[in-house]
């Protein structure tokens, strides 16, 4: 059975710092500002960003490319003892990859009230309907998690304006 691992503000504010960058590049990339890291053993394992515009993939997600790397590191579809911060509140198809890899917790950062499936619009992860839960902290660097969303866009309405 997973554990959920334990972490101090420090280092929670350390993983999500990551999270942020990857996030930071994927909007100098064109990409919507999503970042993701999974963490084994106090180690970041695997990162990544969304990449959807690039492959044009609609599982793009930095959630799914981020387990997908963490797959491979570990070498098994499951991620126990592992942790996951991501930027943005989990979409339902992350949220139901968070489950099947078996994700014990999951921290991330701004709310997503249209798509979230983590605790806006659903509770997937918590269901006790489910085989598998995990814990959730809500608001992790949300402020910056959230600017960064909004400048990206309010970017792509100026550059709108300006055609």
């Given at each position: 059975?997973?554990?959920?691992?334990?972490?101090?503000?420090?280092?929670?504010d350390?993983?999500?710092?990551?999270?942020?960058?990857?996030?930071?590049?994927?909007g100098?990339?064109?990409?919507?500002?999503?970042?993701?890291?999974?963490?084994?053993?106090?180690?970041?394992?695997?990162?990544?960003?969304?990449?959807?515009?690039?492959?044009?993939?609609?599982?793009a997600?930095?959630?799914?490319?981020a387990?997908?790397?963490?797959?491979?590191?570990?070498?098994?579809?499951?991620?126990?003892?592992?942790?996951?911060f991501?930027?943005?509140?989990?979409?339902?198809?992350?949220?139901?990859?968070?489950?099947?890899?078996?994700?014990?917790?999951?921290?991330?950062?701004?709310?997503?009230?249209?798509?979230?499936?983590?605790?806006?619009?659903?509770?997937?992860?918590?269901?006790?309907?489910?085989?598998?839960?995990?814990?959730?902290?809500a608001?992790?660097?949300?402020?910056?998690?959230?600017?960064?969303?909004?400048?990206?866009?309010a970017?792509?309405?100026a550059?709108?304006?300006?055609?």
């Amino acid at each position: 059975m997973a554990t959920v691992p334990k972490f101090s503000e420090q280092q929670i504010d350390y993983f999500m710092q990551e999270a942020l960058n990857e996030a930071k590049l994927a909007g100098s990339e064109g990409e919507v500002p999503i970042g993701a890291v999974i963490v084994f053993e106090n180690q970041i394992i695997a990162r990544a960003h969304n990449h959807r515009e690039r492959d044009q993939l609609a599982t793009a997600h930095a959630e799914l490319i981020a387990i997908e790397r963490a797959n491979q590191v570990l070498q098994s579809w499951r991620l126990e003892d592992t942790a996951l911060f991501v930027t943005l509140e989990p979409c339902i198809m992350c949220a139901g990859a968070i489950i099947n890899a078996r994700v014990p917790a999951v921290y991330y950062g701004a709310q997503d009230a249209k798509g979230g499936a983590t605790q806006s619009l659903y509770q997937l992860l918590e269901d006790e309907r489910l085989n598998h839960r995990v814990a959730v902290q809500a608001g992790v660097r949300a402020e910056e998690s959230t600017k960064i969303l909004q400048q990206f866009f309010a970017d792509i309405r100026a550059k709108r304006k300006q055609n």
